[in-house]
């Protein structure tokens, strides 16, 4: 997989890719990131990447030539299988959105700031708008980091058993149950005495049973 991402604020997008699961993954080559600040495919001395909102109101507006600039050369070097805008006006994020995505080849993530982008941007480039929540970010960057984080683990050869997505909480719609480590017992309190018990099949009845009760209790929604 490679993705590209067309940011006013490349730094903030840093961090995220220099520890842990996406580093490893971007060093076993698994996936590409590339980095592509906004302002470099601005023209004029003041290199402008923003402007007033026609019909007037407060907040800038990300003009469509640089955009248009910055996508149209990636595109001349090869195919995207899809242009994400990451914008709190999109699509809920969820856990089968990240499955879909990471089966996905080439994509560009376009981090939106302001009042967002020009119209044009979106009906002329933009295949899937995502948002990660009901709640407004200062930038599209630390939500395009989630989507990334959330579709490079399962990228496969990414996680190891050990990191393994299969029993991650949604991945049937189901949250996961609790876990627990050594001590098998802390200040009074005891892990539950059937994950010591070394029955495999009655350890995985009572996760299951678990799973459903939290889900029930906290997430019913996903059970409808
Ligand atoms: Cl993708 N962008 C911004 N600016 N705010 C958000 C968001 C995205 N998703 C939730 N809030």
């Not at 099949?201 to 929604?221: C, G, H, N, V």
């Amino acid at each position: 997989m490679r993705i590209d991402i067309i940011t006013v604020l490349p730094e903030l997008l840093k961090s995220p890719f220099e520890a842990s699961i996406l580093k490893r993954a971007i060093e076993k080559d698994l996936v590409e990131i590339h980095m592509h600040n906004l302002r470099d495919y601005a023209t004029g001395n003041y290199r402008q990447i923003d402007d007033y909102q026609f019909g007037g109101g407060a907040g800038m507006v990300m003009m469509v030539e640089p955009i248009d600039k910055c996508i149209s050369q990636l595109q001349a070097e090869r195919e995207y299988d899809e242009i994400i805008y990451m914008t709190p006006d999109g699509t809920t994020l969820n856990q089968r959105t990240a499955n879909e995505l990471s089966l996905k080849g080439n994509m560009i993530i376009l981090c939106g700031h302001y009042k967002g982008v020009d119209q044009r941007v979106r009906d002329m480039f933009v295949t899937r708008e995502i948002s990660i929540g009901d709640y407004v970010l200062s930038g599209g960057e630390l939500a395009a980091a989630i989507l990334c984080d959330a579709v490079i683990r399962l990228i496969p050869g990414v996680l190891n058993d050990e990191t393994s997505a299969l029993t991650d909480s949604f991945q049937d719609n189901l949250l996961a149950p609790p876990v627990y480590t050594r001590p098998a017992e802390y200040k009074g309190r005891e892990v539950p005495k059937i994950l010591l018990s070394g029955n495999l099949p009655e350890i995985e009845k009572w996760r299951e049973q678990q799973a459903l009760e939290r889900t029930q209790k906290r997430r019913p929604d996903l059970l409808e």
